[in-house]
């Protein structure tokens, strides 16, 4: 799956723009809605200005003007993946009016300790582990608004989808003359 940048703003469609390996990986199911650019390596349009000034109308801040830019992910490319079975999710603290500033979370891993198979050896390393604290390596943490949180959700469940449809392809039973 390509990396996506979630930005706020209103829902952009996202569509079909060229070859397979460039399309948005929400344009894969035809009508999914997410909030991103409609390539992850393509032109992103701004945020509407009707949206944006409906939202900051009470407060009287300055709008700006919207303004295109181009995403460019082949950084992706030279940053390590990392295993990670270990997740925290934290609120923010609160601000002055008690709303949580955002949603932290922070993701790592753990290597299973080793516990030897003789009895002996099992029953001091189960009760050395017992008594101890085994330390996550934490590999990023990052901080998000609940529209962002909302935005990553519904990633998570489309790409879930598209996993979950890969591996009942590949488990399919297969013809002999298939291999």
Known sequence: ???VLIIAGELAWAA???????WHPAALEGTSCVRAPHVAKGRYHGVSLDATRKAVANVGAAIPDQVSVRLDWSAAEACPAQHVN????QLGPPSESGVPDG??????GICPPVIPADPEGR???VAELTASV?????YGRISMSRDVLDDLLRLLKLTAGQYDAAVALARRPRAPEEG
């Not at 270990?86 to 999710?89: K, P």
């Not at 949603?103 to 790592?108: C, E, K, L």
């Not at 085994?134 to 934490?138: D, E």
């Open 134 to 138: 085994l330390k996550v390596a934490v």
């Open 123 to 125: 029953a001091a390393r």
């Open 86 to 89: 270990q997740v925290l999710v």
């Open 16 to 22: 079909r723009s060229g070859p397979r390996e460039t």
């Open 1 to 3: 799956m390509m990396p």
């Open 103 to 108: 949603i932290y979370v922070a993701v790592g």
